[in-house]
């Protein structure tokens, strides 16, 4: 459905050629959208902007959706949407069984890059962020229409392994019974000895060839210890309730054997050439080229990230690529983009986009961690929010916290104010949506029915519906530019305008039409928030 503020805007935007820059009305005696272009317009024109206005009034034909328009005060022209316009706007919402979204006119295969944890280590509260962001686009995109390829591309390959190895063996452990929090540690204990031992460290080293080379010892050694952290990261992401499964994993070791075929192609082409003894792809606008082939031979992450590219656009078709990772990658994917571009891995008509997020942080303002000062883990960090609320509560406010706020900001996690149900948190919307359903049960229960919404006489009905009919369109937006903190403002306006509409308008108190056409409202309320709240990826209860 068009949002009626966009119907209008269009209009408006034909007949004078330039944006009208329509804002709501500062007050309700103003209607409920202004525009200042006769203002602009009489400047360009040295012509008084009333007269400018008054004929721009004349030529708009907006008979069909708007009362008749007003001019005010210096030459403001002001709209006021016709309530019956309004009603059956609400009305066709309540009978398009996709709550009036709009579904994309060119659906699109779009791969999403998130959540990537790492072998043999916790997942971190980076994690928590990509986890939960890509969720929400994999939501919205799915929504809308398009085939979403989620792809976890799991740490699960490179040099650290050449040292975990070598601890494993020095210690003599079977990796097998490790819990994940235990080859967290035997991380730590590795890395530390790499640091401080150099005969370890040359083992460690010497390792990472021997055990990507394919030995068996090496290779049943790191098998353990995927097969250890895939489930753990499993039971994260059903605590987290999102969708990935093990069926969306293709780790950096999925794109193992196509690194020396793809470095072969660049090599053949001349778009790698060797310099300092490494393979190297120089792309414009970067100081150091990006490094295919390591002059020892190996391989590195950005090799794994082209190699990634290749198979996304030639095997999974994609049309979008987007990953989700720390703001601090930024750099590493804008230049391997510009090296796929320039290998032809990713073909102009392909869209790849990198979303950086910020950091979390504690109410001290420096970098999240835990009571015992260590770096937190994406488990302390659900453990602390509930300890403040129930399970489904304390989700919805982290999730609310970490995507209302524009990604790339980091975000302050104070786990008692994220899930308070007054002010712009996640609880408050689950709030409002489980009072309208209880107002809805209580019409069920005394068998009130009604059907389509006839009568919004009232100004704060008429913005709840106005609100009601912009959902499509913020949505379009939000799968467009990747910024669900637009749909997190927007519900939580919804939900502020709910509120007013309780205050101003009695429902079931009432009799007849007004009643059945308010309960109307209060469904498409309802269902709005639902689905709003489903495509953030938190639950909407029907009692809180
Ligand atoms: N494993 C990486 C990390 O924990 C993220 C991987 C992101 N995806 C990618 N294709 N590079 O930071």
Redesign the pocket.
């Known amino acids: 459905m068009q949002s009626l503020p966009a119907l209008l805007d269009a209009r408006l935007r034909a007949l004078t050629g330039v944006d009208p820059e329509m804002r709501p009305a500062t007050k309700p005696q103003f209607g409920h959208f202004q525009s200042n272009v006769a203002l602009r317009l009489a400047k360009q024109q040295g012509r008084p902007p009333r007269e400018v206005a008054a004929d721009l009034v004349a030529q708009l034909d907006v008979e069909d959706l708007c009362e008749p328009l007003e001019i005010a005060g210096p030459g403001f022209i002001n709209f006021r949407m016709r309530s019956d316009v309004l009603a059956r706007a609400v009305s066709s919402l309540l009978e398009d069984p996709n709550d009036g979204l709009n579904p994309a006119r060119f659906p699109q295969r779009v791969v999403i ?1 998130y959540s ?3 072998v043999a280590k916790q997942m971190h509260v ?2 928590l962020r990509t986890t939960i962001i890509g969720d929400c686009f994999n939501r919205v995109l799915s929504a809308l229409g398009n085939t979403v390829i989620a792809q976890n ?3 699960d390959w490179g040099t650290q392994f050449g040292m975990l190895i070598e601890e494993v063996l020095d210690e003599g452990l079977d990796v097998r019974t490790l819990t994940l929090a235990d080859a967290d540690a035997l991380y730590k204990r590795a890395a530390a000895k790499f640091k401080s031992d150099e005969e370890f460290a040359a083992r460690a080293r010497a390792r990472v060839a021997t055990f990507q080379g394919g030995d068996e010892e090496s290779l049943a050694i790191w098998r353990g210890l995927v097969d250890i952290s895939k489930p753990a990261f499993n039971v994260a992401y059903e605590r987290l309730n999102v969708l990935l499964t093990d069926d969306d994993i293709a780790g950096e070791s999925t794109y193992n054997d196509d690194l020396p075929v793809l470095v072969k192609e660049l090599e053949d082409s001349g778009v790698a050439v060797v310099d300092n003894g490494a393979l190297c792809v120089f792309v414009d606008g970067f100081d150091a080229p990006l490094i295919v082939r390591k002059s020892d031979g190996g391989y590195g ?1 950005a090799t794994t ?1 082209l190699a ?1 590219i290749r198979r996304r656009v030639r095997e999974l078709h994609a049309d979008r690529i987007i ?1 989700v ?2 703001a601090r ?1 930024a750099g590493h994917f804008a230049q391997v983009f510009a090296a796929a571009r320039k290998a032809g891995f990713l073909p102009d008509d392909v869209v790849a986009q990198h979303v950086g997020y910020g950091m979390v942080l504690g109410r001290d303002g420096k970098p999240f961690k835990t009571r015992d000062g260590s770096a937190a883990t994406l488990e302390s960090l659900l453990d602390a929010a509930e300890e403040q609320a129930a399970p489904n509560i304390a989700l919805a406010a982290i999730k609310y916290a970490d995507l209302s706020n524009g990604l790339q900001k980091d975000y302050t996690f104070d786990a008692e104010r994220m899930v308070q149900t007054t002010g712009d948190t996640g609880p408050y919307l689950q709030y409002a949506h489980a009072r309208v359903s209880q107002i809805l049960r209580k019409a069920e229960a005394e068998d009130i029915h009604f059907g389509a919404v006839t009568v919004l006489a009232d100004p704060v009905e008429q913005q709840l519906a106005l609100l009601l009919s912009r959902f499509g369109e913020v949505v379009d937006d939000v799968a467009q530019n990747l910024t669900p903190h637009k749909l997190c403002g927007y519900l939580y306006d919804l939900a502020g305008s709910l509120a007013s509409f309780y205050e101003a308008c009695p429902v079931l108190k009432l009799e007849g039409d007004v009643r059945a056409s308010r309960l109307a409202l209060c469904e498409a309320t309802r269902r709005v928030l639902a689905a709003g709240l489903s495509l953030l990826g938190i639950d909407a209860p029907a009692r809180m």
């Open positions: 890059d990537a944890p790492n980076g994690h591309h799991i740490g992450y990230d990634a990953y990772t720390d990658q």
